[in-house]
T-cell receptor
Framework: DAMVIQNPRYQVTQFGKPVTLSCSQTLNHNVMYWYQQKSSQAPKLLFHYYDKDFNNEADTPDNFQSRRPNTSFCFLDIRSPGLGDAAMYLC????????????FGPGTRLTVL | DAKTTQPPSMDCAEGRAANLPCNHSTISGNEYVYWYRQIHSQGPQYIIHGLKNNETNEMASLIITEDRKSSTLILPHATLRDTAVYYCIAQTGNNRKLIWGLGTSLAVNP
C-alpha cells in the first residue's frame, strides 16, 4: 500500500527552467517535509509544513519554494535550477510532532542539464 | 550539525548478527535516538527509536548505554537485503527535527 508517493521518480530539466516536484500522502498526516540528498550525503532538510504553517530552514536557498494546497499534497518548486541542484529530493510525512516515525517517499531524482 | 557519529562502513556475513555502533555523547536528556536505513536509490525507512530503555521490534534491537552516550543497532540475522546505509539520528526536542549524520554503509556478504 503506497503511503507517500512522489512523482515523477526521475525528472530532467534544463538549467534555469522552473521545475515542480510532487508529493502526496494517504496517511492524513499533519506534517510534511522536503529533503535534498546529494550523492553520498545525508538528507538535508529544506523545509516542512505543520498543517498549513510553513517552516523554512535558515540555509534553504530562495530558489526553493513549496506549496501545500491540502493535507495530502505538497509541492517543491525550483524556480531557476542550477547544476548544483541536481540531487535526490525526498518527501516525508509524520502524523504529529511528537509521534515516532517519518514516512518517506521513494524520492525524485532531479537531473539538470 | 549532526549530534551522532558512526563508522563509515561495516561488513557482515549473511545470517550473522550485524551490530552497528553510534556515538551521541552530546545528546540531551529529552532527545530520542532514531535509526533509519536507506537502500540504494530508495527513500529512508524507519527502523527503531529509543530514549533510555532498550527497544526491540520485528526488524531490530536497540541497545542504549546507561549514560546515553552511545547505542548499538542489532540486526539479529542479517540478510543480503539488509545491505544499506544506516543512519543513527538524534531528534531535537523542540520541533522534533531529525539531525542526520553520514551513516554507516553496511554490506552483508554471502
Amino acid at each position: 500500500d503506497a503511503m507517500v508517493i512522489q512523482n515523477p521518480r526521475y525528472q530532467v530539466t534544463q538549467f534555469g527552467k522552473p521545475v515542480t516536484l510532487s508529493c502526496s500522502q494517504t496517511l492524513n498526516h499533519n506534517v510534511m517535509y522536503w529533503y535534498q540528498q546529494k550523492s553520498s550525503q545525508a538528507p538535508k532538510l529544506l523545509f516542512h509544513y505543520y498543517d498549513k504553517d510553513f517552516n523554512n530552514e535558515a540555509d534553504t536557498p530562495d530558489n526553493f519554494q513549496s506549496r501545500r494546497p491540502n493535507t495530502s499534497f505538497c509541492f517543491l518548486d525550483i524556480r531557476s535550477p542550477g547544476l548544483g541542484d541536481a540531487a535526490m529530493y525526498l518527501c516525508a510525512s509524520q502524523r504529529e510532532w511528537d509521534t515516532d516515525t517519518q514516512y518517506f517517499g521513494p524520492g525524485t531524482r532531479l537531473t539538470v542539464l | 550539525d549532526a549530534k551522532t557519529t558512526q563508522p563509515p562502513s561495516m561488513d557482515c556475513a549473511e545470517g550473522r548478527a550485524a551490530n552497528l555502533p553510534c556515538n551521541h555523547s552530546t545528546i540531551s536528556g529529552n532527545e530520542y535516538v532514531y535509526w533509519y536505513r536507506q537502500i540504494h536509490s530508495q527513500g529512508p525507512q524507519y527502523i527503531i527509536h529509543g530514549l533510555k530503555n532498550n527497544e526491540t521490534n520485528e526488524m531490530a534491537s536497540l541497545i542504549i548505554t546507561e549514560d546515553r552516550k552511545s547505542s548499538t543497532l542489532i540486526l539479529p540475522h542479517a540478510t543480503l537485503r539488509d545491505t544499506a546505509v544506516y543512519y543513527c539520528i538524534a531528534q531535537t526536542g523542540n520541533n522534533r527535527k531529525l539531525i542526520w549524520g553520514l551513516g554507516t554503509s553496511l554490506a552483508v556478504n554471502p
